[in-house]
């Protein structure tokens, strides 16, 4: 059973802007850390940013100050808003939550294209 969809992925030219949103449901979204992942061809998949229940947000060094990963409770959904897309940021991107209940979740991805 599907426990995350993740949306919002498509073809951008550089400089240009996505946000991917993550469905939760509501058992899933009780979980102590929310991340966004991504993975290009051919590569492993590498962490985005991290969301932990009453922390600070964490981002990795190749999207801070572009990327922002934001949490809407009441519709049990991330965000990840991308801002001056580049092209090596094109990937797979994958929503994770480490649900207290139903244990690691992993959506099915949304496809990120960046390229003139």
């Not at 995350?4 to 991917?20: A, D, F, K, N, R």
């Not at 991340?35 to 229940?53: D, N």
């Not at 990840?80 to 690691?104: A, Q, R, T």
């Amino acid at each position: 059973q599907v426990q995350l969809v993740e949306s919002g992925g498509g073809s951008v030219q550089p400089g240009g802007s996505l946000t991917l949103a993550c469905v939760s449901n509501r058992a899933t979204f009780v979980a102590p850390v929310q991340q966004w992942w991504r993975q290009a061809p051919g590569q492993e998949r590498e962490l985005v940013a991290t969301l932990p229940t009453g922390g600070k947000t964490e981002y990795a060094d190749f999207v801070k100050g572009r990327f922002t990963l934001s949490r809407d409770n009441a519709k049990i959904t991330i965000y990840l808003k991308m801002s001056d897309l580049k092209p090596e940021d094109s990937g797979m991107y994958f929503c994770y939550m480490d649900s207290v209940i139903n244990g690691d979740q992993w959506g099915q991805g949304t496809q990120v294209t960046v390229s003139s």
